[in-house]
């Protein structure tokens, strides 16, 4: 069974930069047909598609966020990262990272999410 | 992208059966048999309940199940429990995104 763990801060000041990790276990983030990514959600509202990368590197980011937002792999510690720049008040959310097998249609597993708040 | 229309708050009595709707175009819920629904109990992640408009991953109940008619695909929870009372979204591929699309979400209360 994959789990999944989020890990960074969880107070971010406006106009920098979010940084979090995730660790895997139970699974190795190279290997197979399976994509990597992150999903927020404000408080009190639903899910946004932050992006996602394929275990083989290949990046989608949501359209709102590109110039902003970076997703990554490292296959040493088996973890990825997702990075987003210039952040307001409007980035606030739990972040969620989340994996899935690209031939599914959906996302499992989900990690228990972190929030992070954005201010001074 | 917008997401797609679900009500905000549906609910039901004990054993009752209800229907959550998700309502997109023929880019997403109409054109492609890759809907899923999950569950979110507060403060918890999601959980996938419905993949493909009507399976089930192990583990699910069969109280569960789902289905789709041109744009709008439905969640039917038959036999409510007070453990259903959760936050529900859909899901949807959709020819505008690689990420697919969320449902706004419905908040499912057993009165």
């Known amino acids: 069974q994959v789990l999944l763990q989020e890990s960074g801060p969880g107070l971010v000041k406006p106009s920098q930069t979010l940084s979090l990790t995730c660790s895997v276990s139970g699974g190795s983030i190279s290997s197979g047909n399976y994509f990597w990514g992150w999903i927020r959600q404000p408080a009190g509202k639903g899910l946004e598609w932050i992006g996602r990368?394929?275990?083989?590197?290949?990046?989608s980011y949501n359209t709102s966020l590109i110039g902003r937002v970076t997703i990554s792999l490292d296959t040493s510690k088996n973890q990825f990262s997702l990075r987003l720049s210039s952040v307001t008040a409007a980035d606030t959310a739990i972040y969620f990272c989340v994996g899935g097998a690209y031939s599914n249609s959906y996302v499992d597993p989900w990690g228990q999410g972190t929030l992070v708040t954005v201010s001074a | 992208q917008s997401a797609l229309t679900q009500p905000v708050s549906v609910s039901g009595s004990p054993g009752q059966s209800i229907t959550i709707s998700c309502t997109g175009t023929s880019s997403d819920v109409g054109g492609y048999n890759y809907v899923s629904w999950y569950l979110q109990h507060p403060g918890r992640a999601p959980k996938v309940l419905i993949y493909?408009?009507?399976n089930r991953p192990s583990g699910i109940s069969n109280r569960f199940s789902g289905s789709k008619s041109g744009n709008t695909a439905s969640l039917t929870i038959s036999g409510l429990q007070a453990e259903d009372e959760a936050d529900y979204y859909c899901?949807?591929?959709?020819?505008?995104?690689?990420?697919?699309?969320f449902g706004s979400g419905t908040k499912v209360t057993v009165i």
């Open positions: 899901s949807s591929y959709t020819s505008r995104s690689t990420l697919g699309v």
């Open positions: 493909d408009v009507t």
């Open positions: 990368i394929h275990s083989s590197g290949a990046t």
